[in-house]
């Protein structure tokens, strides 16, 4: 159930421009809908890291790279949730070390911002029901 999001301040160090590595400790208790691991972003800028309906996805700018696998069985443990991207190409993920597909390519740039990094939701919208750890 939600408890509380953390906010951290926005720094120029969480402005992840080109490329990236998004990753948490994750235990769900449903993947149902949308919820945020972490979100840095102001209205059609910045990056987002959740689930959507069961499957793994980004927001990059104002668009969802959601990952093309089959909806994800990861509720009632702890997994470890991982989304990569460098320009041009598409957002890789992983659970547990293991593929768990790709997006379509993004081939701009995220917008810098000053708004702060969310951790657990996205100020107060779509937060996660479970818990989270280790978000890096």
């Not at 443990?77 to 597909?101: E, L």
């Amino acid at each position: 159930a939600y408890q509380s999001i953390i906010s951290v301040p926005g720094v120029n160090e969480l402005n992840l421009t080109n490329e990236f590595t998004l990753m948490a400790w994750v235990n769900l208790a449903t993947v149902s809908g949308r919820g945020y691991f972490y979100a840095k972003n102001i209205p059609n800028e910045g990056y987002k890291f959740g689930v959507v309906n069961g499957q793994l996805y980004v927001r990059l700018q104002n668009t969802d790279y959601i990952s093309n696998t089959s909806n994800l069985t990861i509720t009632g443990n702890w997994v470890h949730v991982v989304a990569t991207w460098k320009a041009g190409n598409p957002v890789s993920f992983f659970v547990n070390g293991v593929s768990n597909g790709q997006s379509s390519s993004f081939t701009g740039q995220i917008s810098t911002t000053t708004s702060p990094l969310f951790i657990g939701g996205d100020n107060g919208n779509f937060n996660i029901n479970g818990s989270i750890n280790d978000v890096r």
